[in-house]
């Protein structure tokens, strides 16, 4: 990939975006042909309407841009468990669990080790233990969360927006929008995800709407891709797919990921329900 591809896909989903805060939003009151509100649109798509828990599968890739070179980094695999829980005053409690780890780009196997496609140095694959957050979401589709992770001495502060439009066809798409601003032992974290969801209200049956996200992640690069002292810019382009059971998940794996997951998924449930802001395992 060039880095003028990378540049019309971020263009693309920048634009895309921006067209959700530019007059193109509805009002929750009118948010959907389905008569489902702003935040009943969330919680159809990206979790359940009855508030039973949903699998997101996400795979992509992530890239390191300094100028006009871009060079592919390694590819992130994540799972998550999330449910939504309506709220006394109207808005949506977002708890998930979810995990990750990487690969070399095009490469089916985990290693212990990656390497910079810009230093040429490896560094320790970043595997992910399962996280149990929380997100709120207000009446008006604000987003927040506080994070503290004593054991990783991780601080983060969450801001963002829920944000409906309809496509050409009439169907609703959702855009998520989350900015962080952390501290991590590596130093000081700005990341901005955002997420536009898709799904066809058609198929709606039985309280789970089929829904499909892009997420696209840009944030600092880290010194030990690019070296002590280089500002970079890392590009992450992630399609998900939602699924109703661990089994229709469990399915859509490959064997690397089964391998990662399998003593996760067992215990998902247990994770769902354990206290705020934890890391599990």
Known sequence: MTSSDIDIIARRH???LAAFGAGAVLAPEAAAADDLSLLETFADQAARLDGRPVFWLTRGREYVIQGSSVKPVYDRHVISACRVIKQPDGGLKYPYVETAFATMPGVAE?????QSPVTGHSYPNPIISPVRLTLWISPRGEITQEVMLEKFKVESHYNGTVSLVH??????LLASEINVQGATPAGKLALTEM???QADPSRRAGGFTPASREIIVVRDAPAYL???GVTATMLGIHPSLKF???GDIVKALTPVEKVRYAGWMQSWERMLDAPENVILG
């Open 14 to 16: 920048f634009l895309t």
């Open 226 to 228: 690019v070296g002590a």
């Open 167 to 172: 496509s050409p066809a009439g169907i609703p």
């Open 244 to 246: 109703v059971s661990l």
């Open 110 to 114: 985990a290693a212990a080790q990656l």
């Open 195 to 197: 997420g536009p969801y």
